[in-house]
C-alpha cells in the first residue's frame, strides 16, 4: 500500500471541480469580451484575470498528478516542490503586475486574495515536498489543504470579478455613456 492511496477521490472531486471553474471562467471572459475596453485595462486582466485560471490550472494538474499510479511519495514530492517553488515565483509576478496597472486601485481584500493566501499555498506545496519522505501522511494532508486553498482563493476571485464588472463596470459605463 502507498501513501498516496486513499486520496483517489479526494482529486477526482477537486480536479473535476478545477476542470469545470477553468471552462466556467472561460465562458465568462468571453460574455465580458465584448464590453469596450482602454488598452490600459489590459494590465487590470494580467493582474486579476490570469491569476484564477493558474490557480485552477495548478489544482488540476495536481489532482491530475497525484491521481496516477505511483509506487511512492517521491516523485510526486518533487512535483509539489516545483509547484510551490514556480507558484512563489508567480506570486511575485501577480504582486508586481497588480503594483504597475493603473485602471484600479487594489485594497486589502485583492493583496490578501491575489497575493498573500496564494503565496500560502504554494509555500505549503514547497515544505510539504521537503517533509514529505518522512511524514508523508501529514505532508498529503497539508497538500490537500493547500489544493482545496487556491481552489476557494479562485472561486473568491471569479466571483469577485464577476461582482465587480456587473455591479461597478456597467453602473460606470451607464453613467458615462459608454
Request: proline fraction near 3%.
Amino acid at each position: 500500500m502507498t501513501a498516496l492511496e486513499g486520496w483517489e477521490n479526494f482529486y477526482v472531486i477537486v480536479g473535476s471541480s478545477a476542470g469545470a471553474l477553468i471552462g466556467l471562467q472561460f465562458v465568462v471572459m468571453t460574455l465580458i469580451a465584448d464590453s469596450p475596453m482602454d488598452r490600459a485595462d489590459s494590465g487590470v486582466g494580467e493582474a486579476f484575470g490570469s491569476p484564477n485560471v493558474v490557480l485552477f490550472g495548478v489544482v488540476l494538474f495536481l489532482s491530475a498528478a497525484v491521481s496516477a499510479p505511483w509506487r511512492g511519495i517521491a516523485i510526486i514530492a518533487v512535483l509539489w516542490g516545483l509547484v510551490g517553488l514556480g507558484g512563489i515565483v508567480y506570486a511575485v509576478v501577480v504582486a508586481r503586475r497588480m503594483r504597475l496597472q493603473n485602471t484600479y486601485q487594489p485594497v486589502f481584500e485583492d493583496w490578501l486574495f491575489y497575493v498573500l493566501l496564494p503565496l500560502t499555498a504554494y509555500a505549503m506545496f514547497a515544505v510539504s515536498a521537503f517533509f514529505a519522505y518522512w511524514y508523508a501522511r501529514l505532508a498529503l494532508f497539508v497538500v490537500a489543504a493547500a489544493v482545496l486553498l487556491l481552489l476557494f482563493i479562485g472561486i473568491h476571485n471569479a466571483w469577485d470579478a464577476v461582482m465587480y464588472y456587473v455591479f461597478v463596470q456597467r453602473r460606470e459605463r451607464r453613467e458615462t455613456g459608454r
